[in-house]
């Protein structure tokens, strides 16, 4: 069964720092993009940031409202994915979802076309 | 950033009547070289982590009952569920990949009348 499953969250105070991890299995990680999808309690969906697989470098992209405080990084060999989050304020309160990227061949060109595998999220509560 | 506008941002629709979600980004998501739309659709069930409907703005994921179809090109989109079952309650979120910075719409409430 293809599956992620999130952990590290809870409670932290404002300037404070988490990490959270996401364990797959059921795929093979290594040929994935990962991303991090946050909602915020009662609000909608937020792109995080990703994580690229080793052929392109495990270069990372991030939203503009986490640039410089969070950074993604993955391990291959125990199939998972982490996001270290620092400088954290109170508009950073979410569930935090760890996501696959899907893609498929066309043309020879592997294009990617949103996010297909989700994990159950893991709540990040930033107050004092 | 593309920006996504969904309308309306709640929607009441009977038992297996027509519901329809429109979708608007701030600049086109149609890719030229390859003729795709770079545009997805999410459905999220309270208490639950966001489901891929269809990508490409109009292709279907595997398993997804075919009352739902998303059609549309260029800067507007839209997801229609052809005859609304109890089961399809939830939030429905677009989402452009046109960008690598992902953005999605606000979100659509979609409610039994």
């Known amino acids: 069964e293809v599956q992620l499953v999130e952990s590290g969250g809870g409670l932290v105070q404002p300037g404070g720092s988490l990490r959270l991890s996401c364990a797959a299995s059921?795929?093979?990680?290594?040929?994935?993009?990962m991303d991090w999808v946050r909602q915020a309690p009662g609000k909608g969906l937020e792109w995080v940031g990703r994580?690229?697989?080793?052929?392109?470098?495990?270069?990372?992209e991030y939203a503009a409202s986490v640039i410089g405080r969070f950074t993604i990084s993955r391990d291959d060999s125990k199939n998972s994915l982490y996001l270290q989050m620092n400088g954290l304020n109170t508009e950073d309160t979410a569930v935090y979802y760890c996501?696959?990227?899907?893609?498929?061949?066309?043309?020879?060109?592997?294009?990617?076309?949103?996010?297909?595998?989700w994990g159950q999220g893991t709540t990040v509560t930033v107050s004092s | 950033d593309i920006v996504m506008t969904q309308s309306p941002d709640s929607l009441a629709v009977s038992l297996g009547e027509r519901a329809t979600i429109n979708c608007k980004s701030s600049?086109?998501?149609?890719?030229?070289?390859?003729?795709?739309?770079?545009l997805a659709w999410y459905q999220q069930k309270p208490g639950q982590p966001p489901k891929l409907l269809i990508y490409?703005?109009?292709t279907r994921e595997s398993g997804v009952p075919d009352r739902f179809s998303g059609s549309g090109s260029g800067t507007d989109f839209t997801l229609t569920i052809s005859s609304l079952q109890t089961e399809d309650v939830a939030v429905y979120y677009c989402?452009?990949?046109?960008?690598?910075?992902?953005?999605f719409g606000q979100g659509t409430k979609l409610e039994i009348k």
């Open positions: 996501a696959r990227e899907a893609g498929e061949w066309l043309d020879r060109h592997y294009y990617y076309y949103g996010m297909d595998v």
């Open positions: 059921g795929f093979t990680f290594s040929d994935h993009y």
């Open positions: 994580s690229k697989t080793g052929a392109n470098s495990y270069a990372t």
């Open positions: 600049q086109s998501v149609l890719y030229s070289s390859n003729n795709k739309n770079y």
């Open positions: 490409w703005a109009s």
């Open positions: 989402q452009q990949y046109y960008s690598t910075l992902y953005t």
